[in-house]
């Protein structure tokens, strides 16, 4: 039987699609329980390749003949090697082109919906990160919000549109991702916006990201209120656009709320946290559609493959906006906390300009999951 490869973006079409899907997956056993393709029909079957290394036989019970089978591992050449060995077993298989180093930087666009002026907003997707980051556009001008690495994504897209990117702007000091916005900046000529208060340690120029500025894209009545927000980081900043979207950057996510201790403050910052959540959100009009930079795991997802829903149905739906005692609100931040994200220290001094590994350390750097919640 040939063996087929299945790219990154096929298979988020079956995450979206609620597809069924089988995934042998032959990473370690600690790499899978760590982080692994998630899609809400998929099934696991994990081995480490060098298991299989004399054949494949003694696995032929555990794979089934009535699903599509997708062998993965870290970069690509164990899943072909085993793929092809079930294959001489009389199996049709396919391999994850590119492994999970691939799924790990796929960016799908999904557009959110149109604007006032006939603009559009776009949400990218990237799947297996849980990270978020938008395109708003209107009349042939762009801006983008919380920009990845994968800055060329960003770009051919806004090309194909015909849109000129004029403003970039990052919500907070990522820690769990590295930011292209200022990539992107540079490449433009587009103004690079970063919250003042999170960027002390900075080394490049930037225009200071406050409360109460209304930046312009196009000659439309799009505008990006800056509102300040801080919980996630000290100078977490929310923006409304165009009076229809809230970005929450990553102070308030679908199923949950953000973590205030990657910078080692939560203590200090629980009660920023909850006054940004509890009182100046209470203060927008619950039909904004919250916009967050990360998701958690795939139910978040609606059925277009985008992360958004009223702010409204958070107040009545979101846990973390429904805790009455201010004591039982901070042992929930606190004492909820998930492992620190890899490397997110030296993510950080990338992000202030302070360090700039090469692309394969950048890559290493970000393996794994989402890691910016509350649990």
């Known amino acids: 039987m040939p063996v087929k490869e299945m790219s990154a973006q096929e298979v988020t079409k079956k995450v979206f699609n609620k597809e069924a899907l089988f995934i042998l997956d032959v990473r370690n056993e600690s790499d899978f329980a760590d982080w692994k393709i998630e899609g809400e029909n998929f099934e696991y079957f994990n081995i480490p390749y060098f298991e299989l290394l004399d054949g494949v036989e003694g696995i032929m019970d555990k794979i089934p ?15 072909v090697m085993i793929a092809e060995m079930l294959s001489d077993e009389g199996l049709s298989v396919a391999y994850l082109k590119g492994g999970m180093k691939a799924w790990s930087e796929h960016l799908e666009p999904v557009k959110v919906g149109e604007l006032n002026d006939g603009g559009q907003m776009y949400q990218f997707v990237r799947i297996g990160k849980g990270c978020l980051s938008y395109m708003v556009v209107s009349n042939g001008e762009a801006a983008i919000i919380d920009a990845t690495r994968m800055t060329d994504v960003y770009l051919d897209f806004a090309k194909e549109l015909g849109a000129k990117i004029t403003h970039v702007f990052d919500t907070h000091l990522h820690a769990d991702h590295i930011s292209g916005g200022r990539t992107i900046a540079e490449q433009t000529g587009a103004t690079y916006w970063l919250p003042p208060k999170d ?11 406050e409360g109460g500025k209304d930046v312009m894209i196009g000659k439309s009545t799009i505008n990006i209120h800056a509102l300040y927000s801080p919980g996630h980081t000290i100078g977490s900043t929310s923006f409304v656009v165009d009076e229809k979207y809230l970005l929450s950057g990553d102070i308030l996510f679908i199923d949950s709320i953000g973590r205030p201790d990657l910078a080692g403050k939560a203590e200090d910052w629980v ?5 940004s959540l509890y009182s100046r959100y209470r203060e927008l009009s619950n039909e904004l559609t919250v916009l967050p930079a990360h998701f958690m795991i795939v139910a978040e997802l609606n059925d277009d493959g985008s992360v958004a829903e009223k702010l409204g149905t958070l107040f009545e739906q979101n846990h973390g906006l429904n805790i009455e005692d201010e004591e039982e609100f901070r042992k929930m931040v606190t004492e909820n906390l998930p492992p620190q994200p890899n490397s997110y220290q030296e993510i950080r001094e990338t992000n202030m300009g302070k360090i700039s590994p090469d692309e394969e350390k950048q890559r290493e750097m970000e393996i794994g999951p989402n890691r910016c919640a509350v649990r």
Do not use: I, N, Q
């Open 199 to 209: 960027a002390t340690e900075a080394v490049f120029d930037y225009e200071p990201l």
């Open 271 to 275: 009660a920023d946290l909850r006054e």
């Open 65 to 79: 003949t009535d699903k599509e089978v997708l062998v993965v591992c870290a970069k690509e050449g164990s899943s």
